[in-house]
T-cell receptor
């Protein structure tokens, strides 16, 4: 069964600092990997996704993520955080068995200090 | 803008009193999903519709039902809500059911059970 671990429940960074949110997945083959962001009162918005090819994926809002098969990781990064990035971030894995089923991690709550 | 709309945004019901949550979409997508997200937990898929075909997750309680009268609308019915059903309920859509297809989320309905 596929699973996702986000080891950091809360992260606080200063505005302008760099950010890395960790995500580890468990899946027997190369999975589909996603990062979603959820602002208060909002639905989940897709930041980026990885299916195959280049292991460094660029997304919206200046985010990027790197797929590392050897570490079963798909960490999200941003070089300079803005106050508006404060939100909850979810990593998700999708299988290849049909049904487009997503398994989410428990999320990382990001706080940005001004 | 094309979007996923959920009504109401906040719903309060009494223990055992049936409640219906609504989701509509202007994306004309074939697939509609319902997720349950409890506090500080990952969103968990309850079921999905692919056109008129209903697919229930194996561990979704019988207390949860769904209806999709047309392409645009999908309803989540909780027949006898318990205190443990208090959660955020997220509706999502995707164009097709193929693995890796992006899911678009609504803002969610927060359900309180008294």
């Amino acid at each position: 069964a596929q699973s996702v671990t986000q080891p950091d429940i809360h992260i606080t960074v200063s505005e302008g600092a760099s950010l890395e949110l960790r995500c580890n997945y468990s899946y027997g083959a190369t999975p589909y990997l996603f990062w979603y962001v959820q602002s208060p009162g909002q639905g989940l918005q897709l930041l980026l996704k990885y299916f195959s090819g280049d292991t460094l994926v660029q997304g919206i809002k200046g985010f990027e993520a790197e797929f590392k098969r050897s570490q079963s990781s798909f960490n999200l990064r941003k070089p300079s955080v803005h106050w508006s990035d404060a939100a909850e971030y979810f990593c998700a894995v999708g299988g290849t068995g049909g049904g487009n089923k997503l398994t989410f991690g428990t999320g990382t709550q990001l706080k940005v200090e001004l | 803008d094309a979007m996923v709309i959920q009504n109401p945004r906040y719903q309060v019901t009494q223990f055992g009193k049936p409640v219906t949550l609504s989701c509509s979409q202007t994306l004309n997508h074939n697939v509609m999903y319902w997720y349950q997200q409890k506090s500080s937990q990952a969103p968990k898929l309850l079921f999905h519709y692919y056109d008129k075909d209903f697919n229930n997750e194996a561990d979704t309680p019988d207390n949860f039902q769904s209806r999709r009268p047309n392409t645009s609308f999908c309803f989540l019915d909780i027949r006898s809500p318990g205190l443990g059903d208090a959660a955020m309920y997220l509706c999502a859509t995707s164009r097709v059911l193929a693995d890796g297809n992006e899911q678009f989320f609504g803002p969610g309905t927060r359900l309180t059970v008294l």
